[in-house]
């Protein structure tokens, strides 16, 4: 899932929660704290702009809340504020706080780890191709190393040859020696390098 569907998935919940709230007592319902868990959710796992905006639109479906609570009930309000319509507008105030608190830090920190994860990557594949090649060149070294003793001996059996059948006694027998002692010279160079 995106993050677009996620963001979309919390702004529906903030309208059915709005919903829900309006025909249960408003923003006087105790249950209006639950405004705080979209902001919430999406500054865990969304990036901090898409969070911002799940925060502004949380502050927003309470602002209309309590718009709309208090336009209904303005018929029947006297003079100045009840001490219900203070509470009512502390716990706007509160909410507004700590939406911006949450959407800021704990997007911030939920970044930061998505970063630090994305270093922890990065520095297991360069462990990996590390490992990679020092098990290829092991693998190499040990090659070389297998090589280089039987590449000894047929070097040591085609002197002790050209010494017992000298260029005169048998001159192909010498010529094939004379090869076979170029292509071992020639494997020996290559394994030195």
């Known amino acids: 899932i995106g993050n677009r569907a996620i963001a979309a998935q919390l702004g529906v919940d903030l309208l059915a929660l709005t919903a829900m709230l309006a025909a249960s007592g408003g923003p006087a319902n105790p249950l209006v704290l639950f405004y705080l868990l979209p902001p919430i959710i999406a500054a865990a796992i969304l990036p901090q ?25 303005a018929p029947r309000a006297g003079a100045g504020l009840p001490a219900t319509d203070l509470h009512t507008l502390g ?74 059948y000298p260029a005169g006694t048998n001159p192909g027998l010498n010529a094939q020696l004379g090869v076979l002692r170029a292509q071992i010279a020639r494997c020996k160079e290559a394994l030195s390098v």
């Open 49 to 73: 702009r898409t969070a911002r905006l799940v925060g502004i639109a949380s502050v927003a479906c309470y602002s209309v809340l309590l718009v709309t609570y208090r336009l209904a009930l």
């Open 91 to 164: 716990m706007w105030s509160g909410l507004v706080i700590i939406t911006a608190l949450v959407t800021h830090f704990v997007a911030a920190m939920a970044g930061t780890l998505r970063q630090r994860d994305r270093d922890l990557a990065r520095a297991r594949e360069v462990a990996l191709r590390d490992e990679q090649l020092v098990a290829a060149a092991t693998l190499a070294t040990g090659a070389a190393h297998e090589l280089s003793t039987p590449l000894a001996t047929m070097a040591v059996v085609t002197s002790e040859l050209a010494v017992r």
